[in-house]
């Protein structure tokens, strides 16, 4: 694969539906990716069984495929890559880049919330323990070719975060890093709720001599209540209808042009125009904007 070749993609988890939050990351990193002519990947992130909701991956690509979205290639399962995970950690272990935890949630909560290394030099064994990345150089900000440039609390990006929960599940952070890297990810497009733990993924990156994509964060959608659209905050499907009045405000939303007669225009033809009108710089840079009531993103018949 040449290095100028673009590779994005959309990985969500199926913890519930595609609500229009979702639906706003996916347009927004089809597009980007689709300008480009390059690659848009999908990825299930299926790496925490308690929080999934059963149906939910298949309603999700069913969903992305109703609107318009085709990705590229095979769709990739975190259930499916433990192996790579594991042999990701032995590599960190190997290098003296990870270390065993047994320090509890109640215990870092007492401390202030922020983990303190109380483990990093105790050389503890795997049992009842997390593992967590030894940080050597942490990252304390990045440059968003949407939002500029951004900066961490200092602490909470020097912290050696967890890598493998005690329960033996593999944590997000290491999965995403070893996932986007494994799939020739070049930019990441998604949403603006996960700017905090980038610098923690550019970290992991370097720790394991990986080149770093490029990120872009997209605003969230904001709910009447002024609380963000999210599967956590049981936010409504997408709507099973005619896709396309949905794709427009989204593209409304992210300030993008419209074309003058859209009702006019099948859905590849609708799509096919926001590719060639897609213009990142129109994209507010807001982290957060509350939705028109009148969107129509609220679902009447849900998948």
């Given at each position: 694969m040449q290095?100028?070749?673009y590779?994005?993609?959309f990985?969500?988890?199926?913890?519930?539906?595609?609500?229009?939050?979702?639906?706003i990351?996916?347009?927004?990193?089809y597009?980007?990716a689709?300008?480009q002519?390059?690659q848009?990947l999908?990825r299930?992130?299926?790496?925490d069984p308690p929080?999934e909701?059963?149906g939910?991956?298949?309603?999700?690509?069913?969903?992305l495929?109703?609107?318009?979205?085709?990705w590229?290639g095979q769709v990739?399962?975190q259930?499916?890559?433990?192996?790579?995970y594991?042999?990701?950690l032995?590599l960190?272990q190997r290098?003296g880049?990870s270390?065993y935890c047994?320090?509890?949630?109640?215990?870092?909560q007492?401390i202030?919330g922020?983990?303190?290394?109380h483990?990093?030099d105790?050389q503890?064994?795997?049992?009842?323990?997390?593992?967590r990345l030894?940080?050597?150089a942490p990252?304390?900000g990045f440059?968003d070719?949407l939002q500029?440039?951004?900066?961490?609390?200092?602490?909470?990006a020097?912290e050696?975060?967890?890598?493998?929960?005690r329960?033996?599940?593999f944590?997000y952070?290491l999965?995403?890093?070893?996932d986007?890297h494994?799939?020739g990810?070049?930019e990441i497009?998604?949403?603006?709720?996960?700017?905090e733990?980038?610098?923690?993924?550019?970290?992991l990156?370097r720790q394991l001599q990986?080149?770093?994509?490029?990120?872009?964060?997209?605003?969230?959608?904001l709910?009447?209540n002024?609380i963000?659209?999210?599967k956590?905050n049981?936010a409504?499907?997408l709507?099973?209808?005619?896709p396309?009045?949905?794709?427009?405000a989204a593209?409304?939303?992210?300030?993008q042009?419209l074309p003058?007669s859209?009702?006019d225009l099948d859905l590849?033809l609708?799509?096919?125009?926001a590719?060639a009108?897609?213009?990142l710089?129109?994209?507010p840079r807001?982290?957060?904007?509350?939705?028109?009531?009148n969107?129509?993103?609220?679902?009447k018949?849900?998948?």
């Open positions: 290095e100028s070749h590779v994005g993609r990985a969500p988890s199926p913890s519930g539906d595609l609500h229009f939050g979702s639906l990351a996916a347009l927004g990193s597009l980007q689709r300008a002519r390059g848009w999908v299930i992130e299926d790496i929080r909701v059963p939910a991956a298949a309603r999700i690509l069913s969903a495929e109703h609107y318009g979205l085709h590229d990739i399962y259930s499916q890559r433990h192996d790579a594991r042999a990701a032995d960190l290098q880049l270390y047994t320090c509890t949630r109640s215990r870092i007492q202030g922020l983990y303190d290394g483990c990093r105790l503890l064994g795997p049992q009842g323990a997390a593992i030894r940080q050597t990252v304390y440059h070719r500029g440039e951004l900066h961490a609390d200092p602490a909470l020097g050696d975060f967890i890598i493998r929960r329960d033996g599940l944590a952070n999965a995403v890093v070893i986007d494994f799939q990810v070049t497009v998604r949403g603006a709720d996960l700017i733990p980038t610098v923690r993924q550019i970290a990156y990986a080149p770093v994509p490029a990120y872009v964060h997209l605003p969230l959608a709910g009447a002024g963000k659209l999210s956590q049981h409504p499907a709507p099973a209808g005619d396309r009045p949905v794709l427009i593209l409304k939303f992210l300030r042009p003058e859209w009702q590849p609708l799509l096919s125009w590719v009108h897609w213009r710089e129109n994209v807001q982290e957060a904007i509350p939705l028109d009531e969107t129509p993103a609220f679902s018949e849900p998948w």
